[in-house]
T-cell receptor, first 114, second 111 residues
Framework: ETGVTQTPRHLVMGMTNKKSLKCEQHLGHNAMYWYKQSAKKPLELMFV???????ENNSVPSRFSPECPNSSHLFLHLHTLQPEDSALYLC?????????????FGPGTRLTVT | GENVEQHPSTLSVQEGDSAVIKCTYSDSASNYFPWYKQELGKGPQLIID?????GEKKDQRIAVTLNKTAKHFSLHITETQPEDSAVYFC??????????FGKGTTLSVSS
């Protein structure tokens, strides 16, 4: 266990659905991240939050909407997704963004868009 | 920006052999180089990291070496075991910037 939990672990959704992914870290960290992992591609950083403030948005389509209500919780709200959005979505946390510090990953949510 | 290349993409070894995975990076300002292991159905797990003020770091059967001049770093696993089979990722960054990952190496250890 890395101290980072993600729910749900698996999600199947249609293109017109709205769903949310949840991430929680129990490490006392102040920075949280969303990554997308697709087959045969490097991990793609999507969003970064540092002390609850969004500090990076790597040109992610607006159908992905992050939310960070506090330093321990991170959400990714999904709506009108496309089949190419099917991937493993990973959450990670680190001490903060001033590091570099070790990043700890959750187990991921396997998303399938039908 | 930073770019990280990782080789090989797949590596098959016999149990007990050594395995070496190599990465090169492009940004000379990068000073932090972690290695992650990802098993099936799990997220990446940090197994070892090195910072640019040292050239080598060891932790039991795994070691990482860094050549700042050539801008490459390597993961060495000795006495491989079947449970070492996984996908390994290298990454690089500097303070306040995103971790840039390599594409991964699938290591298979056969007994």
């Amino acid at each position: 266990e890395t101290g980072v939990t993600q729910t749900p672990r698996h999600l199947v959704m249609g293109m017109t659905n709205k769903k949310s992914l949840k991430c929680e870290q129990h490490l006392g960290h102040n920075a949280m991240y969303w990554y997308k992992q697709s087959a045969k591609k490097p991990l793609e950083l999507m969003f970064v939050y540092n002390f609850k403030e969004q500090t990076e948005n790597n040109s992610v389509p607006s159908r992905f909407s992050p939310e960070c209500p506090n330093s321990s919780h991170l959400f990714l709200h999904l709506h009108t997704l496309q089949p190419e959005d099917s991937a493993l979505y990973l959450c990670a946390s680190s001490q903060d963004r001033t590091g570099p510090y070790e990043q700890y990953f959750g187990p991921g949510t396997r998303l399938t868009v039908t | 920006g930073e770019n990280v290349e990782q080789h090989p993409s797949t590596l098959s070894v016999q149990e007990g052999d050594s395995a070496v995975i190599k990465c090169t990076y492009s940004d000379s300002a990068s000073n932090y180089f972690p290695w992650y292991k990802q098993e099936l159905g799990k997220g990446p797990q940090l197994i070892i990291d090195i910072r640019s003020n040292v050239g080598e770091k060891k932790d039991q059967r795994i070691a990482v070496t860094l050549n700042k001049t050539a801008k490459h770093f390597s993961l060495h696993i000795t006495e491989t075991q079947p449970e070492d089979s996984a996908v390994y990722f290298c990454a690089a960054n500097q303070a306040g910037t995103a971790l840039i990952f390599g594409k991964g190496t699938t290591l298979s250890v056969s007994s």
